[in-house]
RNA sequence: GGAGAGUUGGCAGAGUGGUCGAUUGCGGCAGUCUUGAAAACUGUUGAACCGAGAGGUUCCGGGGGUUCGAAUCCCUCACUCUCCGCCA
């Protein structure tokens, strides 16, 4: 959510900014101004009465220990009136600070100065490119059938047992994604990233925190019996630590790291996106998170983007980053850089990690500040980006290291899977 | 699942109708002393909002009520803890 200060600040460059998402919010914007105009002017006036009251009622405990009843009701009758315009301003000022939070939530990060204006994902910049695209003696098969080959991921069981998007992985299919978990975090470990194991699931207001909630609701599996929500992402109860928290100036830079299985409900998708591995409804994903000083925002996240290369470079996929248009970006990202490998066998680029600074966008829901300097309390910064998710990577890892004697597994991996190879 | 006890400032913990944003202790910060540190002593130390400022308002788990006045009384919801039961 964006700031209401800095909406009355900065309005033209809010404005001239969601034009890169193509969104023209003068008119919203206008409202929220207009609307703030109100709130304040009422405000004061309900400040003035209250304090006023609190005047009142002080002067009558004093005349009432002095036994002047007669002036003590005197008064009574006028904190009476009081009360009545009290109620009639603060419910104004109550439904308009509601419209004002309403309109707010509507409004989107505001992107970053290198992101271009761009309306979808056609419109996204390659940024870099790396590796080499393999080649294959034969029409190489799709992860899908080569699951079945070697019988690594059993589809039809998941169907049968809970419902589509949720595969069985089995025997070295299962080691794998262990392997592969196991690697992640170490990599995140060695750079500094403190590993957490999380809840699995979370309460409404952690949902609001990171910003799933209101807007995403449907797109989380919702826990009827206890309110909770399960995660769809490990940064939701990662992030979620800092909320309501003032840090030190000192305490910088944060660096959490965590593995996960992810729920998604993916209502909606349908068709060739989701066949295989493409898109499921749960995935295992090891996620990176960083919270930072607003002056050290841009460090961290090339920081972050090195390491999420450093991983496909030693899993030996080709890949590519994109710098995501305003119109793809995400709604609560500033900016975002998408990592794609390329599926030989599909023959097309699927995302395996999104990383992203969302400035003061979620800190500003989650109350998530620090002390600056002047000992002024200031939003922090926060960041996240995936380091990876698996189903996409092993999906490309079974289908550009395939060979006639088997699947090749990365050298950096094998220590491990315990195999070099699936045959 | 049954019974009970709680929820107050960074933490601990007082406060049962007015002068309480809140005693006190610890912690933090600044200073005195010291070659330095520790100890001791002194002072200081919550957040949000309105306002150009002076200043004002709000917040004692959330919401509602009683009252001229609520941390304190009433209702309600949420959460936490303890004991018993069940279970990994």
């Known amino acids: ?6 909406i009355r600040t900065e309005k033209d460059s809010i404005i001239e900014g969601l034009k890169k998402r193509n969104l023209d919010v003068a008119p919203t914007i206008d409202q929220i101004l207009d609307k703030d105009q109100q709130w304040r002017s009422a405000k004061t006036d309900l400040e003035a009465i209250a304090a006023e009251q609190n005047q009142l009622a002080k002067q009558i405990g ?47 990060n505001v992107p970053n100065e290198l992101v271009k204006a761009g309306k979808d994902e056609k419109d996204n910049e390659i940024v870099f490119e790396d590796g080499e695209q393999p080649t294959f003696s034969s029409e190489p098969l799709a992860h899908w059938d080569l699951a079945k080959k070697y019988d690594l991921i059993d589809f039809e069981l998941g169907v049968k047992v809970t419902g589509a998007g949720f595969p069985f992985y089995k025997g070295k299919g299962a080691k794998l994604q262990r392997a592969l978990i196991a690697f992640f975090l170490e990599e995140a470990d060695k750079v500094g990233y403190e590993e957490y194991i999380p809840p699995l699931v979370v309460n409404e207001a952690s949902g609001y925190g990171t910003g799933q909630l209101p807007d995403k609701e449907g797109q989380m599996y919702y826990v009827n019996e206890d309110d909770f929500y399960l995660i769809p992402t490990a940064e939701v109860p990662l992030t979620n630590i800092f909320r309501d928290v003032i840090l030190p100036d000192d305490q910088f830079s944060i660096k959490l790291t965590g593995y996960t299985p992810c729920f998604r409900r993916e209502a909606g998708s349908y068709g060739k996106d989701v066949r295989g591995l493409n898109r499921l409804h749960q995935f295992d994903k090891v996620e990176i998170v960083r919270i930072e000083h607003p002056d050290n925002t841009a460090k961290a996240l090339e920081e972050m983007i090195e390491h999420v290369k450093g991983l496909l470079s030693k899993l030996g996929l080709q890949f590519r980053i994109l710098r995501l248009c305003g119109g793809d970006t995400g709604f609560a990202s500033a900016m975002t850089y998408d990592f794609e490998v390329y599926s030989a066998a599909q023959q097309k680029w699927l995302e395996v990690s999104s990383c992203s600074r969302f400035d003061t966008f979620q800190s500003n829901r989650l109350k998530l500040r620090f002390k600056n300097q002047d000992k002024k309390t200031q939003l922090c910064h926060t960041l996240n980006g995936s380091a990876l998710a698996l189903p996409r990577i092993v999906a490309a890892l079974l289908e550009n290291h395939q060979t006639p004697e088997g699947i090749l597994i990365p050298e950096a991996l094998q220590k491990f899977t315990g195999f070099d190879r699936i045959a």
């Open 1 to 6: 959510m964006l700031e209401i200060t800095r």
């Open 62 to 108: 004093e005349l009432f220990k002095q036994g002047k009843q007669e002036e003590a009701n005197t008064a009574k009758i006028r904190t009476g009136e009081l009360k009545l315009k009290e109620t009639e301003l603060k419910s104004l000022v109550d439904g308009l600070d509601q419209e004002i939070t309403q309109l707010l939530y509507t409004l989107p």
